[in-house]
């Protein structure tokens, strides 16, 4: 995946997270865990998704050993 492709995915799922929360503020209480269950894996993905875009925009070279 491109850095791009990832970028896009995190700014979709980091919507999405926002989308949930504000449901969930005015969810009436049968529909909560519902839509706790479905914003807990959204978040999920969302930490996945900048765990990868961090670990791609990392371009320093590795540290040198000397001996």
Known sequence: MSIR???TELYRLMKEVERLE???RDAP???R???E???RKVRA???RM???LDGK???SPPARRYR
């Open 33 to 35: 865990e519902a839509l």
């Open 29 to 31: 209480f049968e529909k």
């Open 5 to 7: 492709m990832v970028a």
């Open 45 to 47: 993905e969302r930490n």
């Open 37 to 39: 269950n479905e914003l």
């Open 50 to 52: 900048r765990r990868i």
């Open 22 to 24: 504000k449901a969930l």
């Open 57 to 59: 925009k990392d371009v």
